[in-house]
């Protein structure tokens, strides 16, 4: 079943679907001479998730006969499919999870490692606790502060619940954070690590037995103005990365990219592969440090949308890929480009 209205979602761009798959509690009761009652029930998964079984992983119960009961709406649910090209990344992922409790993810923006995330989080059952990193994070954010006046109006921060109650602890741009801040995460980091909360009154807070650790990040390199290195006692922390990759790009176009643009606005084949063919030329030039934005498959799906209803790809790109991409005029004009030398 799934839970209605309480749970986390996650938005994800396209046609909204009809009568997503539910798993199904199968039950029946016997009775023989109205005494003995047989009753079968469906072996249940860990998970509600209609995809739990298009992925290998059921031989890693990340919360062995444990319920989050005090925070199930953190878990996501209708967390939309996620195309592979044959890198296994769920598998990879859940696997570090189950052996070294952290992992790390990097790769440009648009790559899908936040829609990963919330997916391996309904797949696995955990809650997620997110936190964007950014040289504003402060260390209140993380870890709690007291609001209004008074000694008894402490609120927990972000990674303070996720040390209580357990579930994923998801830190976005990690690379971002200010150093002092990081810093402060190291000890906790530790899979048996604790945090001592001095702000307050010095509680200790141990790490709950089913809490995990995913950071992900933009890869720190000449190109990625932004990026910076990620601290090396955090980098040393973590087991095992992952390399997220656009599927398309410059001249590849990728079958399985083009069956997602396809399946999610309804546009034909030949349009999806010329709208690909665009936000594969933009991504090739983001990655070449040429456009300050590359495009997602949701983007490129957005305005696949818009085509399906009938706009001409050309004013839909207006609308969506090159609004997106700057409000600069020469940015967009060679966004503007791009799309035209695909639609004549
Ligand atoms: N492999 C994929 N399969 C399905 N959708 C994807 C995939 N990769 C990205 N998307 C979609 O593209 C958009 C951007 O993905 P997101 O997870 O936000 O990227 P990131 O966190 O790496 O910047 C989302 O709408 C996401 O659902
Ligand atoms: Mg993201």
Redesign the pocket.
């Known amino acids: 079943m799934t839970k209605e209205g309480k749970s986390l979602g996650y938005g ?2 396209g046609l909204k679907e009809h009568g997503v798959g539910k798993v199904e509690e199968v039950r029946s009761s016997q009775g023989r001479n109205g005494r003995i009652t047989v009753r079968l029930q469906k072996q249940r998964a860990i998970t509600t998730s209609p995809l739990y079984y298009n992925y290998d992983i059921q031989k890693y119960d990340l919360h062995p006969n444990y319920h989050f009961d005090d925070c199930a709406d953190k878990i996501p649910s209708g967390v ?5 090209a044959g890198n296994q990344y769920v598998e990879r992922i859940v696997r570090a999870m189950y052996h070294f409790k952290q992992c790390a993810l990097i ?1 440009p ?8 995330i919330y997916l391996i989080a309904e797949l696995t059952g955990l809650p997620v606790w997110e936190v964007s990193c950014g040289l504003q994070t402060s260390s209140y954010d993380l870890i709690g502060r007291f609001v209004g006046l008074g000694k008894d109006n402490w609120i927990d921060g972000q990674v303070t619940l996720w040390l209580r109650h357990g579930g994923i602890l998801y830190l976005d741009e990690a690379n971002m954070m200010k150093q002092d801040v990081a810093t402060r995460l190291n000890p906790i980091l530790d899979t048996r690590g604790h945090l001592v909360l001095t702000e307050k009154d010095n509680e200790i807070i141990t790490r709950h037995k089913y809490a995990y650790c995913i950071i ?1 990040m933009n890869p720190a390199t000449a190109e990625f103005a932004g990026a910076k290195k990620l601290n090396a006692a955090f980098r040393r922390r973590m087991a095992v990365w992952v390399n ?1 990759a656009y ?1 398309s790009i410059g001249e590849k176009i990728a079958a399985r990219e083009a069956e ?1 643009v396809m399946k999610r606005s309804n546009v034909d084949e030949d349009t999806a592969y010329k709208l690909l063919r665009v936000g594969a030329e933009m991504r090739r030039q983001y990655l070449a440090g040429d456009l300050p934005y590359g495009p ?3 983007d490129i799906i957005n305005w696949a949308v818009l085509c399906h209803d009938g706009v001409d790809p050309k004013k839909a790109a207006e609308e969506t890929l090159i609004a997106l991409t700057s409000d600069n005029n020469e940015v967009q004009e060679d966004v503007r480009r791009i799309v035209e030398s695909v639609f004549r």
Do not use: C, V
């Open positions: 994800h761009q939309p499919e996620y195309i592979d790769g923006s648009g790559t899908g490692k936040t829609h990963i992900a997220f599927q997602l997602s498959p949701g």
